[in-house]
T-cell receptor, first 113, second 117 residues
């Protein structure tokens, strides 16, 4: 039930845009996005609940397509500080007593000057 | 305010020994989560607490793993008879739990790096 992230790794020049995808084989209730820099703890970016709502702040936004069971994270005009590994975490339709967040294997993003 | 605190930050122990990892969540956060991250891998969900209760323990890798939480605050993850495959970074996170536990952002601690010799 682990979501599949793509691409596994991407290298961008500062100012370029990136899209990171997260796909699930199960119907999703929510998708979480986190960024982790090397040797540090993951940091929360955003949560999307089912409904196809797009969320965002500054130049990082995300969409959630409930029908396609996937979410995409959009990074526009990337900055050096965006470098890190991005993880999506998915929760399938909640069943009390059996909730869990399953994370993908991550997308390593490297921004170069 | 203070974030999630985990101790020890590093633990090296011999195979077969027991280890206890501690997590002190953000004050007021009723939900607490344990994850394991092997080198270069994603986050593996282990268990979560709502208050002192863990609704589902099936994510724990084996019966050598146990976790408890007391007073709705500090949690300990115990690994008995450690094996080399237990080597990993163990991350704890906490969140507010307004309604459904997984609707809220999770705030992670810096983790405990566990090395089994």
């Amino acid at each position: 039930q682990q979501p599949v992230q793509s691409p596994q790794a991407v290298i961008l020049r500062e100012g370029e845009d990136a899209v990171i995808n997260c796909s699930s084989s199960k119907a999703l209730y929510s998708v979480h996005w986190y960024r982790q820099k090397h040797g540090e703890a993951p940091v929360f970016l955003m949560i999307l609940l089912k409904g196809g709502e797009q969320k965002g702040h500054e130049k990082i936004s995300a969409s959630f397509n409930e029908k396609k069971q996937q979410s995409s994270l959009y990074l526009t005009a990337s900055q050096l500080s965006y470098s890190g590994t991005y993880f999506c975490g998915t929760e399938i339709t909640p069943n009390f007593g059996n909730e869990k967040l399953t994370f993908g294997t991550g997308t390593r993003l490297t921004i170069i000057p | 305010g203070a974030g999630v605190s985990q101790s020890p930050s590093n633990k090296v122990t011999e195979k077969g020994k027991d280890v206890e990892l501690r997590c002190d969540p953000i004050s007021g956060h009723t939900a607490l989560y344990w994850y394991r991250q092997s080198l270069g891998q994603g986050l593996e969900f282990l268990i979560y607490f709502q208050g002192n209760s863990a609704p589902d323990k099936s994510g724990l890798p084996s019966d050598r793993f146990s976790a408890e939480r007391t007073g709705g605050s500090v949690s300990t993850l115990t690994i008995q008879r450690t094996q080399q495959e237990d080597s990993a970074v163990y991350l704890c996170a906490s969140s507010l739990a307004i309604g459904h536990s997984f609707d809220q952002p999770q705030h992670f601690g810096d983790g405990t790096r566990l090395s089994i010799l």
